[in-house]
């Protein structure tokens, strides 16, 4: 069931990354108003989180309170979404200056992804998946290369 849910958030994070793209033909240029734009899309959803939370803390109380009394700490919350903010803001702006070749280099986050889940969580892989993953940085780094010869950017 898991690969049903990479799948639809691929097409998730594509959809919100053309999104983002797309800022560079209505905002200005600007680290500020870049960073203006994003925040205010946090913001909105930060609205929306506190809304489910809410209904969360109505409707299945027990859980809720489990949850935040027993598992979660302040130091999980505060350092994803500091780490979040970051990784938001370097997004839009590598999109909106560099165009959706970008992704390309964003996806080489599945290295310490895959790596911290095999070093930090016990996950498997094999020397099949390490050559995988090899085989990918040539092949990403030549898309970036004619992305920037044929856009000029």
Known sequence: MWVLYAILGTFGI???????????????????????????????????SGLFLGYYNLNHNKEFNIIFTNHIKWYMVLIPALVLNGYMMANIVALSNGGGIAMGIFSLSMYITLFGGVIFLGDKINKEIIISMLIAIPIISYAVMQSIKINKK
Do not use: V
């Not at 594509?14 to 913001?43: A, D, T, V």
């Open 14 to 48: 594509g959809l919100y990354n053309h999104l983002l793209e797309r800022s560079r033909k209505h905002i200005p240029y600007g680290f500020i108003n870049k960073h203006i734009y994003l925040s205010s899309i946090l913001f909105i959803s930060g609205i929306i």
